[in-house]
């Protein structure tokens, strides 16, 4: 039903070649970007009709819809483009473009002196990255802290990861591949100086900074914002609640879903309001 009120006819076409057993089972693009290559590219891939349905079916879709139906088919417009793009790019890699990488798993990496590995030079991205999705306990212990994390975090998460038309896995894994190469990078060229005191590596296991933490530090914000709002008096809060009102407005329209965002102008609302409270 909510297909054929929202997209128009050319959009919701589908191709013939995937009509029997294609991706018309696949709930999420995470579910559909998680695929292994093979399935993922089985004749030629998803087309833009079935890409353009499964992002229909994400929790936010209905909701677009409703409150603007244009701005809402542009952008999963552009979304299905984006994952388009993604999908075609790693079905045409050759095998040459597939990196290889000088450990067998994550474990293994991490068991080892900084000075063992630094003597067979730093790991790059591409390594990491192929060590991630290939190493099973690592991706058991990723699944399970995005599943353990608030489910309004993890859907900030997966529309930041269709914006860039891929899934929360792939873009979490190119995040902490970049930052983790870079440190490795750093403490490597420190330890060909000589230097003292070297930048360990990051932790390639801790996602939980990345997801949970930043949510608690805007919940524990809020909850000061909130206990400071009901400390003023029936009256003060009367002649505030105009002024709240559009405070609101301003930082749901600045930030959007930025958690980081939020919480910054939650604190200087805090203390904004702290200031108007030893004058009261």
Not at 20 to 36: C, H, K, R
Not at 119 to 145: I, V
Not at 191 to 208: C, F, L, V, W
Request: proline share 5%.
């Amino acid at each position: 039903m909510l297909t054929g009120m929202m997209l128009p006819g050319p959009v919701l076409a589908t191709g013939n070649s995937h009509n029997a057993g294609g991706f018309q089972n696949i709930g999420s693009v995470a579910e559909l970007m998680n695929l292994p290559t093979a399935k993922l590219c089985a004749n030629g891939g998803p087309n833009m009709g079935e890409i353009n349905l499964i992002l229909l079916n994400e929790p936010l879709a209905l909701s677009m819809y409703s409150n603007d139906p244009a701005n809402a088919r542009m952008i999963i417009r552009k979304q299905a483009d984006e994952i388009k793009a993604n999908i075609d790019k790693q079905c045409t890699a050759t095998v040459s473009d597939i990196p290889a990488h000088r450990w067998d798993s994550i474990r293994t990496l991490k068991n080892m002196s900084e000075s063992e590995v630094c003597a067979q030079g730093a790991p790059t991205k591409a390594e990491l990255l192929a060590l991630m999705r290939e190493d099973k306990e690592f991706n058991a212990k990723f699944d399970k802290e995005i599943n353990e994390a608030p489910p309004e975090v993890r859907t900030i998460m997966e529309e930041g990861a269709k914006v860039k038309g891929t899934s929360v896995r792939n873009l979490m894994f190119n995040d902490i591949a970049i930052n983790t190469a870079k440190n490795w990078e750093i403490a490597c060229t420190k330890q060909s100086k000589s230097e003292a005191d070297i930048t360990p590596p990051i932790n390639t296991n801790n996602t939980k900074n990345t997801i949970s933490d930043v949510q608690e530090k805007f919940n524990e914000s809020d909850k000061k914002l909130n206990v400071l709002w009901k400390s003023f008096s029936s009256d003060t809060r009367k002649k505030l609640l105009p002024e709240q009102r559009k405070w609101i407005k301003q930082k749901d329209n600045f930030c959007k879903t930025d958690i980081n965002c939020l919480t910054d102008m939650t604190n200087k609302r805090i203390a904004d309001l702290s200031n108007r409270k030893a004058s009261e």
